[in-house]
């Protein structure tokens, strides 16, 4: 059983940065692939990113390319989202995901271990 919790999540000013964690419980957390998800009010839960179970092969939706970063560190059970130049529309609520059958893909279905979300409020 697989436990995901986020942290660093906050206010920040537009055009900074900030990074976030992802800690899972587990001993198979490094056969996961994982992904960062967000969801805004009113909106819908979307893909962020995704990086496969060795840290390889990182997916970005097209509105994060170029300022997000995923990263994992399978020794320590953490897979990590920094967030540099951050715009007022990445205010969200940034949930971690894992997929314990393998199945790495950029649908909210296609994970079945999330954490409790972590919130995000970029002020301008």
């Known amino acids: 059983q697989v436990q995901l919790v986020e942290s660093g999540g906050g206010l920040v000013q537009a055009g900074g940065s900030v990074r976030l964690s992802c800690a899972a419980s587990?001993?198979?957390?490094?056969?996961?692939?994982m992904a960062w998800f967000r969801q805004a009010p009113g909106k819908e839960r979307d893909i962020v990113a995704t990086?496969?179970?060795?840290?390889?092969?990182?997916y970005y939706s097209d509105s994060v390319e170029g300022r997000f970063t995923i990263s994992r560190d399978n020794d320590k059970n953490t897979v990590y989202l920094q967030m540099d130049s951050l715009r007022p529309g990445d205010a969200a609520v940034y949930y971690c995901?894992?997929?314990?059958?393998?199945?790495?893909?950029?649908?909210?279905?296609?994970?079945?271990?999330w954490g409790q979300g972590t919130q995000v409020t970029v002020s301008s």
């Open positions: 995901a894992g997929d314990s059958r393998g199945w790495e893909g950029i649908f909210r279905g296609s994970y079945n271990y």
């Open positions: 587990g001993r198979t957390f490094s056969i996961y692939p």
């Open positions: 990086i496969n179970r060795n840290g390889g092969s990182p």
